[in-house]
């Protein structure tokens, strides 16, 4: 579930509003989106994927944390650089733009799976 | 009938197209695509955002990509004809790979920036997915297609010939009605996962199925509708390829036997009992770098979990991924994919799969491919039949009723909140859902019939509740459907297990028809599966 939104990173593009698949936020008042409906998160990750400023974490868990958790834990978090991982990691930063196996490759590895 | 619901008030925005594609994933901007580029107005609704909704942008894709030589096509539709029970047809397998061929190689062309290997070659097979999406919104807005995002359909409208010609829904974040007149309009708005939190699948809750139905279109397969996808404990995270390389234990070490390929149920057994886990440890190591590249969400969560899935063993859990990994839908009735109702084209997950892959799951590849061909198909289709249509100026009108225009015999509403909790509980259940029994079945579908009376007379919203109020009532009718088909199909064939019936009948060698909504009817398909080759044998 999406359990932060960075105010010292967020910019107030408001790109998570947009693409959000099951519109979780809304625009804040303060330029930094709210999450306005937690329970409709579907932690599919997008928003993640889609923010420029590397401003949101969505936890892996798909029931929202407790108060306290450490899925809520900004700073920890953040020393760990997992805020905006999924967008490192699949390339939509462009600084890094990872290398996907090869069509051969990956059929190599997929025909390894053993059929016991 | 009342209307408090708003939805009979004329709406805030109207527009008019030649086609409108209901839907905005894969096979939605495929069929956007292909009808633009034959020169037809298109309008595109997502009930999300178009390019990050749908489980392809949030699960990421592999397209089911063969050369056309002859053994090697030969083998990929033997392989899949044998795992999905042997009720595929040989002539839609063909020209979904025939079509994937065509088609993919085009992105190229528009300026796709494909991903690259080692050696800078384009890796086609393995899609990027949040890439891929994007680009496929960017080429339909490039042609011209308009489209309106988190905006869900409500109901298809008719003519008075009782043509398809258009839909009208909600736009979530205006808060205002919107009615879009069209020619011919293509649904491509996914399967169904009864909102259970799997990867990208809370949109797909059956919308698509339940608008066709109300027209008049039938569902085909509905009983292969119980795939249980592997999460690591707690999380969304349903990919389900590299669980080939684990070995499952339980609680106290010992390993449940059973080959997951062969047999998903000595698994679900097992997490009836207590905690089941995994661990990748039959990977070979040279494997890891390569396997991480090719899944990077999967990867990503474990990093956030700090769990080495080679070395580590970690807890897992099902997931229901309904008809998105199962293979049930609508059913196309002709190649062009037209539903059986003037007007009316199918696509992607919201169609059944079954003549592709049969019982057994299209995820990986199949449904992929499915969707690029039958988006494809759709939108020319669409595109064609629209050309025929004289602008149709008269009055149209909603085919909804359940969710949306309730009888008012109720004595009070019923919330939507409610109606899907009821749902739910009878379909989310592996004990229900995985491993049925025809007194499970029955049972559950007292249950499920009582609550559609109540949603006939009483379940409806204002706004985002009607919104909701649809979804919940798309989601009981597919829950009938899938119960049902899953009553009358008396064997186990691939994903449908029936305990009570554990073994395959050969007289059932054919795909299963259900439809209706206060009614549910089922039948044997009368067109028979096509094998073709030497594996005619079931």
Redesign the interface.
């Known amino acids: 579930m999406i359990e932060i939104v960075s105010a010292e990173r967020c910019t107030g593009c408001n790109i998570c509003v ?6 979780v936020f809304d625009e804040g008042l303060e330029d930094v989106p709210v999450i306005a409906r937690h329970d ?1 998160c ?5 928003c993640e ?2 923010c420029p400023a590397d401003a949101l974490f969505v ?5 929202p944390a407790e108060p306290g958790s450490e899925w809520r834990d900004e700073a920890a978090l953040k020393a760990r650089n ?1 805020l905006g ?2 967008r490192m ?4 930063n462009k600084k890094n ?7 051969d ?3 190599a ?2 025909q ?5 | 009938m009342t209307a408090a619901s708003g939805v009979d008030q004329s709406p805030e925005v109207m527009l008019s197209a030649d086609v409108l594609v209901v839907g905005g994933g894969l096979s939605a901007t495929w069929a956007a695509i292909t009808a633009a580029e034959a020169g037809v107005g298109v309008v595109l609704v997502d009930k999300g955002y178009c390019g990050a909704s749908g489980v392809a942008a949030t699960a990421g894709v592999g397209h089911w990509l063969v050369p056309p030589e002859f053994a090697a096509r030969e083998a990929a539709m033997s392989a899949r004809a044998v795992q999905g029970g042997s009720i595929t047809d040989r002539s839609w397998q063909e020209r979904v790979l025939d079509e994937t061929w065509r088609r993919l190689p085009q992105l190229g062309e528009w300026g796709y920036a494909y991903a690259k290997d080692q050696r800078n070659q384009p890796v086609l097979r393995l899609g990027h997915a949040p890439h891929y999406l994007r680009f496929l919104r960017s080429r339909a807005e490039r042609l011209g297609v308009k489209i309106l995002d988190h905006s869900p359909a409500l109901e298809l409208l008719t003519d008075s010939d009782g043509q398809v010609a258009g839909a009208s829904g909600y736009q979530l974040r205006q808060a205002q009605h919107w009615q879009v007149r069209a020619g011919a309009v293509v649904l491509a708005t996914g399967g169904c996962t009864w909102k259970s939190k799997s990867l990208g699948g809370d949109v797909n809750t059956g919308d698509g199925q339940l608008f066709g139905a109300e027209v008049g279109a039938e569902l085909s397969g509905m009983e292969f509708s119980g795939f249980y996808g592997i999460v690591p404990k707690s999380t969304s995270m349903d990919k389900n390829g590299y669980y080939g390389f684990a070995t499952f234990t339980r609680e106290d070490g010992s390993v449940i036997d059973g080959a997951l390929f062969a047999s998903r149920l000595p698994l679900l057994r097992a997490s009836l009992e207590g905690p089941v886990f995994a661990q990748f440890d039959r990977a070979p190591r040279e494997n890891w770098q390569t396997m991480r590249g090719a899944m990077p969400n999967f990867f990503m969560v474990m990093d956030k979990l700090r769990i080495d899935p080679f070395m580590q063993r970690f807890a897992v859990e099902f997931v229901l991924e309904g008809t998105v990994r199962g293979t049930g839908g609508l059913r196309a009735v002709d190649y062009d994919c037209s539903s059986g109702v003037s007007g009316l084209y199918v696509a992607g997950d919201v169609a059944s799969r079954e003549k592709i892959v049969g019982g057994a799951t299209g995820a990986g590849a199949p449904n992929a491919s499915w969707a690029v061909s039958s988006g494809t198909w759709a939108g020319k289709a669409a595109a064609v039949h629209a050309r025929k249509q004289a602008a149709c100026t008269g009055r149209l009108s909603g085919a909804g009723r359940v969710g949306l225009r309730p009888s008012g015999s109720a004595e009070r509403g019923l919330d939507s909140h409610e109606a899907l909790r009821v749902v739910q509980a009878e379909l989310l259940p592996v004990s229900k859902n995985a491993l049925r029994t025809g007194v499970g079945l029955r049972s559950s579908l007292t249950v499920l019939d009582s609550l559609w009376r109540d949603a006939e007379a009483g379940l409806t919203g204002v706004g985002r509740d009607l919104v909701r109020a649809r979804e919940a009532a798309a989601m009981l009718a597919m829950g009938r459907w899938a119960y049902t088909s899953g009553l009358s199909r008396t064997e186990t064939r691939v994903m449908h297990a029936r305990t009570d019936f554990p073994e395959r009948d050969p007289a059932q060698q054919h795909r299963i028809l259900v439809g209706g909504l206060d009614r549910v009817w089922t039948k044997p398909d009368s067109v028979l599966p096509v094998l073709g080759g030497d594996w005619q044998a079931a």
């Open positions: 947009k693409i959000c698949p099951t519109n409709d579907q932690t599919c990750f997008q994927a889609y936890a892996p868990m798909r029931t997992q991982l999924y990691r699949v390339g939509l733009v990872p290398e996907l196996p090869s069509d490759e990956f059929f590895v997929m390894a799976i053993p059929r016991r």
